[in-house]
């Protein structure tokens, strides 16, 4: 079958992405590394028969946020990130934390392979994930979220506007 | 289906090939001659001062942040114009209406916020 | 014969998309020449005349010119990311065309090379990325007027954005669909014919992104980011050679796609004035071939204006810019959206949709 195929190819490029971002030393290629993930997340939705998702993933991360933080990495004026010093406390007590919610997503992620989900039909699923389908969902079960979604905006906006501007008034 | 997005994948590998092709070409077909002087970045002539890569004002950066705010709500918005219609025939076209002008309404608010605290202003 | 078919069915996609590629290659040069013909025509001179007939020939000596030229790349300039940026710019230029529908096939499908269902969300998307071109190209030039421009320019181009996505929702909203197949079909209507059309439905939304995609062009009036007094050359100050020809290559692939997507969603597409007409009294082959004439003559229309306004308009300032993109603009727009959904109830109330 091809799908499983193209899960993988997506699923290992997202992965790849995702290394180059954290090894490379450039803040700007790191960024680019990470526009690379998004794109792959994006054609695992893709996969999924989820088209909407898989657009809006690219037009609001790799459109909007990824453009952000190119401003903020140009803002900062940051050059390449210095190479690691020597081990700390602080850095032993990441490592921990790091291998603790590995090992959790492992445990829990071996917990659900005995218990497979039921996978639906692809017309079934393609008609769930519909944008028409998804409006309906939205302004039905989920309009109050929707609404709190919309004040969360606001907040983000006045916030915005308030960091930004302390300095200048 | 993910089959319908293969025509776009090879239109985007293909448009990919003529640019490599003609980067490649340009470098074979060209001279390449470098100089101190003629590859220092352009100052209207005078030698270069300091660093390109300065800082620069925060306006930007506020501009970026207002700017993903409102995507996600115009990405909001997209599921209800598509559906609006089926909405209408099955009565509840104008609550769904009203769902989506009370969440205009909230953001209009931060816009209107924006304007007035200056965050949008440039003079 | 069984082979040649078996491989026909291989590659018969790519070559299409391969024939699309070139055409869109002619047709920017087409543009060019256009450009300097009608600015010529505009400020009373000849424009080209010496290359080929009537100077046709000139954006082709133009490109030959410009790959015989030394590719200079300043020094402390990151080599990889200044080639990345007009690759890009070109890519996302050319393959924003693949889903715009070109004709209704005899059959009554879409001639389209990618037919996804929601192709204007994808649009939306390509414009989206299309801003890593240009600040790219002005970060890793390692020169101050390429840097103010690029961020000028991506300021602009992330401003703009906004107000045209919100004007595709009124369009959206009376299509009930985002498949631009779809968006098409709807505005064809056999007694009013071009006045059913979105630009007579929806003259709000169709100037609003008019403007913008005009914007996102970065072409004059919005020519901020190569304001040649304050800024030299803008984002592409340190390019030369290739590299600066292919950001002009994308700029009219760019004019070209916005004539497509406005006339695709405002001016009917590929449909003929009164089409179901012509439905009914053409052979359904030629009526195909006719649309996607007419959708030609239309969206060349599009380009004649854009550069008939750039010859004619000064350039904004940069403040006025962005006023008029959030101040004006962006309300605007979503007060359109409302009316526009207010509007469909009102005819889905009376029966008349």
């Given amino acids: ?169 | 289906m993910l089959t319908d997005f293969l025509p776009l994948f090879i239109m985007v590998v293909l448009a990919a090939g003529l640019a490599l092709t003609l980067l490649k070409l340009a470098e074979w077909l060209g001279p390449y001659r470098p100089r101190a002087v003629k590859s220092s970045p352009y100052e209207s002539g005078m030698d270069p001062v300091g660093t390109a890569r300065e800082r620069y004002s925060v306006k930007f950066y506020l501009v970026a942040m207002i700017f993903i705010v409102f995507d996600v709500e115009i990405v909001f918005m997209y599921p209800w114009a598509v559906s609006f219609k089926t909405f209408l025939e099955g009565g509840g076209g104008l609550a769904s209406l009203a769902i989506i002008g009370v969440f205009i309404l909230i953001l209009f608010v931060g816009l209107i916020y924006d304007i007035k605290k200056g965050g949008l202003d440039w003079d | 014969m069984a082979i040649i078919q078996a491989i026909w069915e291989v590659i018969d996609q790519p070559l299409v998309i391969f024939g699309v590629i070139n055409g869109l290659l002619v047709t920017a040069s087409l543009l060019v020449y256009a450009e300097r013909k009608v600015s010529a025509w505009i400020q009373e001179r000849n424009g080209p005349d010496r290359v080929g007939p009537r100077g046709l020939l000139q954006p082709f000596a133009d490109v030959f010119k410009l790959l015989f030229k030394e590719d200079i790349v300043p020094t402390q300039a990151n080599g990889f990311i200044h080639s990345l940026a007009p690759t890009l710019m070109v890519v996302i230029a050319m393959s924003t065309a693949a889903v715009i529908p070109w004709a209704r096939t005899p059959a009554g499908d879409p001639l389209v090379i990618a037919d996804i269902g929601v192709g204007l969300l994808l649009i939306l998307a390509m414009t989206s990325i299309s801003v890593y071109g240009v600040t790219l190209a002005g970060w890793s030039s390692n020169s101050k007027y390429s840097l103010l421009g690029g961020l000028r320019s991506s300021a602009q181009m992330i401003s703009y954005e906004l107000a045209m996505g919100a004007a595709a929702i009124s369009v959206v909203l009376m299509a009930q669909s985002l498949d631009l197949f779809v968006i098409v079909e709807n505005q064809n209507h056999e007694l009013l014919g071009p006045f059913a059309w979105n630009w007579f439905r929806n003259p709000v939304g169709f100037i609003v992104f008019a403007v913008c995609a005009l914007a996102e062009t970065n072409r004059a009036p919005f020519d901020l980011p190569e304001a040649e007094q304050e800024l030299v050359g803008g984002y592409h100050t340190e390019y030369s050679g290739m590299k600066f020809g292919m950001f002009f290559l994308a700029e009219y692939v760019n004019l070209w796609v916005a004539g497509l997507v406005v006339s695709t969603l405002f001016f009917g597409g590929y449909l003929l004035p009164w089409d179901p007409f012509f439905a009914s009294i053409l052979p359904p082959v030629l009526l195909t071939i006719l649309q996607v004439l007419f959708f030609l003559a239309k969206v060349a229309f599009c380009a004649f204006c854009f550069i008939w306004i750039r010859w004619t308009l000064p350039r904004f300032k940069y403040n006025q810019l962005m006023n008029l993109g959030w101040k004006y603009l962006l309300p605007i727009s979503i007060a359109n959206i409302l009316v526009i959904a207010l509007g469909v109830a009102l005819f889905h109330a009376l029966g008349w949709a």
């Avoid at chain 1, 993988?8 to 790849?16: D, E, K, N, P, T």
């Avoid at chain 1, 995702?18 to 690379?36: E, K, T």
């Avoid at chain 1, 997340?41 to 609001?60: D, E, K, M, R, S």
């Fill in chain 1, 1 to 169: 079958m091809l799908e499983p195929f193209l899960f993988f190819l997506f699923a290992v490029l997202a992965v790849v992405g995702a290394l180059g971002m954290l090894i490379s030393r450039n803040p700007v290629q790191s960024a680019l590394w990470m526009v690379m993930t998004l794109f792959a997340v994006a054609c695992l939705y893709l996969t999924l028969n989820a088209q909407f998702i898989g657009v809006v993933q690219i037009l609001v991360y790799a459109g909007a946020i990824m453009v952000l933080f190119l401003f903020v990495i140009m803002l900062l004026n940051l050059e390449a990130t210095p190479r690691l010093g020597g081990l700390d406390w602080k850095k032993g007590v990441a490592f921990v934390l790091g291998v603790a919610v590995l090992a959790q997503l492992l445990v829990i992620l071996s917990l659900r392979l005995n218990a497979a989900p039921t996978l639906l039909p692809a017309a079934e699923a393609a008609d769930a994930t519909s944008v028409e389908n998804l409006g309906l969902a939205l302004l039905t079960e989920h309009a109050f979220s929707l609404e709190i979604i919309g004040v969360l905006l606001l907040a983000a906006t006045i916030g915005a506007v308030l960091l930004a501007k302390k300095r200048f008034v």
